[in-house]
């Protein structure tokens, strides 16, 4: 038995019996279709816009349940009740997917945001593995080619940046095609998956890489060097040690020892940056050179940096078998559990708090928050785990 393996009841236990039931029982909008995202602690509806890549991701996560934890008919019924949802009203005329709508379906935000598309592919590639439906594969392999078409300028004429002054590429995009590109990869001609996972990988760890200080930055020039800009200072620890996982998911899938081990050793160089030593917990933003980030919100601490990383650290633990990966994961675990979760309601986890570890608001879902993060951790936990 090794060190962690005991924690992985711990998880399928809170994702069954606490997590799940929360969005069974309160999300549904069973008038519209689709569900409610923006969620008060113990359930209660707040606001009633829907947010397209939060359905996406909750079609997703019912589809991943029915697939991989049991043929539940319920589960099939959400994930069908979000699809039919997004089938109806999620796209515009170009084929491209709104941020959001009201709810009744009508669009609120344009298509600017290409990571509605990005989970849109992934809610109905997912689907189509369940139910081989023609048509749910035939909408994920033409959203995941609008992707590859616009990731050069995935905002397109919404961009407010004058690029030709100062441009600059963002880590966002190559990071989510790493994990895209393996949720789609029996849905897509191996040539295409090949070519986006090596790309990928190139930006991810080298382009995005900076050798000098270990750290991973979100956003360079697009040659690769370092901008000394609010933006090209940019650290997002939470967004790196997820792309780090990703990243040994492929190392596993090519065979590549070498590179799992090197994407784990990065993730710890990102934790140890970003781990708050007067109280706990990881920071949500940094500046490469210890300047005031620009973001207020930058020593928040927030549920799915906290999440993602115990995802990485476990997957780091079985790839080398370091205990330094397993002191990580009982620090962050300990932690997360102490400050997440909602010992008064039970149910999905918290999402903000502030730099002391108390709860900033009291919602489980909103605009940015939904059913994704949470399940999918405890899931994953619960399978690497055991």
């Not at 990703?246 to 781990?275: S, T, Y």
Request: net charge negative; charged share 25%; proline share 4%.
């Amino acid at each position: 038995m090794n060190r962690l393996q005991s924690f992985a009841e711990l998880y399928r236990q809170e994702l069954l019996a606490q997590v799940i039931p929360f969005w069974e029982t309160h999300s549904l909008d069973r008038e519209q279709g689709g569900y409610f995202t923006c969620l008060q602690a113990d359930g209660r509806v707040f606001d009633r816009d829907k947010f397209i890549w939060l359905q996406a991701r909750q079609v997703w996560t019912f589809a991943m349940l029915y697939q991989q934890v049991a043929a539940n008919p319920a589960w099939m019924d959400i994930a069908l009740h979000g699809a039919d949802f997004l089938e109806k009203y999620g796209r515009d005329e170009k084929g491209d997917w709104y941020f959001s709508l009201n709810q009744q379906g009508a669009p609120l935000v344009a298509a600017y945001n290409i990571f509605s598309d990005c989970f849109a592919a992934m809610a109905f590639g997912k689907l189509y593995q369940i139910t081989q439906e023609p048509r749910y594969a035939e909408i994920a392999i033409t959203t995941f080619d609008r992707i590859l078409a616009r990731q050069h300028h995935p905002k397109g004429h919404f961009t407010k940046q004058i690029g030709s002054t100062r441009p600059l590429k963002n880590f966002a995009l190559p990071m989510i095609l790493c994990n895209l590109s393996l949720e789609l990869e029996s849905l897509l001609p191996p040539e295409q998956v090949e070519s986006t996972i090596q790309l990928c990988l190139e930006e991810v760890m080298t382009t995005f890489y900076d050798n000098e200080t270990g750290w991973v930055l979100e956003n360079v020039s697009p040659d690769g060097s370092l901008s000394d800009s609010f933006e090209g200072r940019l650290l997002n620890p939470g967004h790196a040690i997820e792309a780090m996982w990703f990243v040994m998911d492929l190392a596993k899938r090519k065979g590549d020892e070498q590179l799992g081990e090197e994407a784990a050793k990065r993730a710890i160089q990102m934790l140890e940056l970003g781990w708050d030593p007067e109280y706990g917990g990881i920071f949500y933003f940094l500046d490469r050179k210890g300047y005031p980030p620009q973001q207020l919100e930058w020593d928040q601490k927030l549920w799915w940096v906290h999440l993602e990383s115990l995802i990485c650290l476990a997957k780091a633990y079985r790839q080398t078998g370091s205990e330094l990966y397993a002191d990580w994961f009982e620090k962050v675990h300990t932690y997360s559990w102490a400050h997440f979760r909602d010992l008064e309601h039970g149910g999905e986890w918290y999402g903000y708090l502030n730099r002391e570890g108390r709860v900033l608001l009291p919602l489980k879902g909103g605009k940015w928050k939904g059913c994704f993060h949470v399940p999918r951790a405890l899931f994953q936990l619960s399978q690497v785990l055991a």
